[in-house]
């Protein structure tokens, strides 16, 4: 994409918090639940930047929830991309926003009695304008939706369903071999096209992976703040 010099990445904390810096460019690593507002501060400060957040489900959905909604809200062009493991696994393997109803884990011995949150659903309520999900299983369309959601203008959000070995693989689904975790992976979602000729029943278990949902018509929170000064400025 030819965008290296103009790319800032943020991440929160948790093991999807260690994505930016293996990567050469510029970098922020910021407090837990907080990758958003950073990654907002950063595109107000400087437009042209092509800014993309790291973060985890817990770290976007639990501690960070309501800076994930309010970004969403605005439109504001970040491209976030959340590490969805369905439990907060750096700090032990405690119940997560996303775990699994039922699912049993250091902090849910008898069980998850919560509904889970649906990241993707909630973007899109919250005013997202560009929602994909994805899994580790599928790099090559994950690659190819990742530039799309960057050039995409207005907020992104990118859902990335992982294995956990270590924690929501061993506690959770009782597997801790990773290629096991990812034939589970393929074998637990359906393209969302594909989707459009099942039935019910054969729907029924699936998670939908794909581009979900893309509107390019909302304006973008950033450009369209920086028109109204420019306005109110030559007004004066």
Partial sequence: MDIRDKVA????????GWIPVYIDVDTLHVLHGRAI???SGLKMSDPSRKVIVFTGDGDCLGIGGNHFIHGARRNIDI???????????????????TTPSHGKTKTSPYGNPEIPFDGCALAKAAGATFVARWTTA???????????AIDHEGFSFI??????PTQAGRVI?????PAQLLDMLKANTINVNAAKNKSIEE???KILIGNLYHDDERLEFASNYYKKISKLAASC
């Fill in 173 to 177: 689904y009782g597997v801790a071999d």
């Fill in 138 to 148: 599928h790099p090559r369309q994950l690659s190819k939706t990742i530039a799309e």
């Fill in 203 to 205: 729907l029924t278990g």
């Fill in 159 to 164: 859902e990335v369903l992982t294995q956990c």
């Fill in 79 to 97: 491209t976030v991309i959340m590490v969805h493991n369905q439990i907060y696994g750096m700090t032990g393997g405690q119940v997560a926003p």
């Fill in 37 to 39: 507002p950073f990654a």
């Fill in 9 to 16: 990445l943020v991440g929160g904390i948790g093991c999807s």
